[in-house]
């Protein structure tokens, strides 16, 4: 199966992510976050975008490593 060229977590402090999701306790949330950081890191390509941040911020930070992805992936295949 083929690997993605770019991992994308959105990030952000425990707390933060706490107050837009409490469907889990603060200990779970911040298990959670820890296992995902854990996981992107082990990846060959990925990008952490701090999700504390405005949308607009996070979305531009998105595009951006994306475009850069794309743009590597271009210019191995020429």
Request: glycine share 0%; aromatic share 6%; charged share 25%.
């Amino acid at each position: 199966m083929p690997q993605p060229n770019l991992w994308v977590l959105l990030d952000a402090p425990a707390e933060v992510l706490q107050t837009r999701k409490q469907e889990v306790s603060r200990e779970e949330t911040s298990r959670q976050r820890n296992a995902y950081l854990a996981f992107v890191k082990a990846q060959k390509y990925y990008v952490i975008v701090d999700a504390a941040q405005s949308l607009d911020k996070v979305i531009k930070k998105v595009e951006h490593a994306v475009a850069v992805a794309i743009a590597q992936v271009k210019s191995s295949r020429e």
